[in-house]
């Protein structure tokens, strides 16, 4: 039986910070009017304190994301920090949404108060602290319920401060994962988060059908930018996203994705900061992605018209609209959240599914209802796409 993904919750988090352009043309050989002229953006989020490009912000460690303890810190704004908001945005937003899930809430609530009660019959009341302990066991007992059907936790970043742990590992114990999960990073650059749901889709089939998989975009690429580099500095942006899946029976998902050896196109130098050719990666993505769109288009038996949305990485608009114009397809179909964030490299599509949650313009059912196209592109160089189908 073929099956297909099916996005059950969103949700994202970006660091407070807005960077706009003219705080880097007050620094830099640059203007606000070239940078949207050649790039669409007009702000980007930074989780690195502005009054020092470079400096890292004064709630962050730079030693790294964890403590000695092994626990996250709950402030700060590393890499692991923004997966884990995002990820609790989206757990939230899932618990919400899905009432087997509030019932057993209540439940677990009504019987948790039940006990504290029962505890203190004699006195016929119950302390502050056992009620809290009580919720405790609420909100413990939910996020089992959740933990009970996640069996991935997968984490597209190339931009982690550490390279063990990896994040994916941070993230079980303060989500309440049930520790059996399958918990990794997945690098691809950009290409990152189109990766992981090729992976996440190919494990769910093997698992029983009400598995769920946390697949997640996080970056805080401030942290590989030379400030007084113009061709790179202001493309780049910080913030994360996290999707959860399951897989139903439904047309088959058809994932094209390729990687091709072009190590001096876009990098990270000697000392992390991020390189790249410009132009070359434009021609790059502007001749690669129109070709593998259409191919997605004839596997699925589908004309490029029949698609609803084409969610592509975020770098650059005028990449967004020349594929719209080669396919010939109004801009609508493509939509661009690239001003107000930048470029965000894997978080940038779960960013844009994020939003188009919220919008209500994708829903469970909503997804299921439309044929959607996700495509990126990035270091490597690598290209990953993906054609989910209406259900028919
Ligand atoms: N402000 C003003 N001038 C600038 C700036 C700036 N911020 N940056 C470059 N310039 C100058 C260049 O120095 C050049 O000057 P010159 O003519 O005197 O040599 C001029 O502008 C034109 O430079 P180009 O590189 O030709 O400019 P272009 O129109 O191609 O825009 C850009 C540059 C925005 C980088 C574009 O090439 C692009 O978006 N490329 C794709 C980048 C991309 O997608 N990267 C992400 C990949 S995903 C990942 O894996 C991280």
């Known amino acids: ?11 994202k988090a970006l660091p407070e910070q807005i960077i706009d352009n003219d705080w880097f043309a007050a620094r830099l050989d640059t203007s606000d009017e070239w940078i949207r002229q050649r790039t669409g953006i007009r702000e980007r989020r930074l989780a690195i304190d502005i009054a020092g490009p470079g400096t890292v912000a004064p ?33 939230k937003n899932f618990r919400e949404l899905n ?15 039940d006990a504290a009660f029962a505890e203190n019959s004699d006195k016929n009341t119950a302390t502050a602290s056992e009620v809290a302990k009580a919720v405790d066991v609420a909100t413990v007992a939910t996020s089992l319920s959740v933990a009970e059907r996640i069996k991935y936790v997968l984490v597209a970043t190339m931009s982690a401060e550490q390279r063990m742990p990896n994040i994916a590992s941070q993230l079980i114990e303060p989500l309440g994962l049930n520790p059996n999960v399958l918990a990794f990073d997945i690098n ?24 769920l998989a946390l697949v997640i975009g996080a970056e805080r690429l401030s942290s590989l930018l030379d400030f007084s580099d113009r061709s790179t500095a202001v493309l780049f942006g910080d913030g994360a996203a996290a999707t959860l899946w399951s897989v139903e029976p439904g047309p088959k998902d058809i994932f094209i994705s390729g990687t091709e050896t072009a190590p001096l196109l876009l990098y990270t130098d000697a000392d992390q900061h991020i390189r790249m050719e410009g132009r070359a990666v434009f021609r790059y993505a502007t001749s690669t992605l129109p070709r593998v769109l259409q191919e997605l288009a004839e596997v699925g038996e589908l004309e490029t018209d029949a698609i609803d949305y084409f969610l592509l990485h975020q770098a650059n608009s005028r990449i967004i609209d020349s594929i719209s114009s080669r396919l010939n397809l109004p801009a609508e179909r493509f939509p661009q959240n690239l001003a107000l964030c930048g470029n965000t490299s894997a978080a940038s599509l779960p960013l844009l599914l ?11 059912t909503g997804q299921q209802n439309l044929n959607i196209c996700l495509a990126a592109f990035g270091a490597g160089m690598s290209y990953g796409s993906v054609l989910m189908r209406r259900n028919s």
């Open 1 to 11: 039986m073929d099956m297909k993904l099916v996005l059950e919750a969103c949700g």
């Open 59 to 91: 709630n962050s460690s730079q030693s790294g994301i964890a403590r000695p303890d092994g626990k996250i810190p709950i402030d700060g704004t590393q890499v692991a920090n923004l997966a884990l908001d995002a990820a609790r945005r989206c757990l």
């Open 99 to 113: 009432p087997t899930d509030s019932v057993y809430h209540t439940t677990i609530s009504a019987a948790g108060s």
């Open 188 to 211: 691809a650059a950009c290409t990152g988060f189109v990766y992981s749901l090729e992976t996440a889709s190919a494990l769910l089939k093997t698992q029983p059908p009400d598995s």
């Open 354 to 364: 994020a939003d188009l949650w919220s919008d209500g313009t994708l829903s469970r």
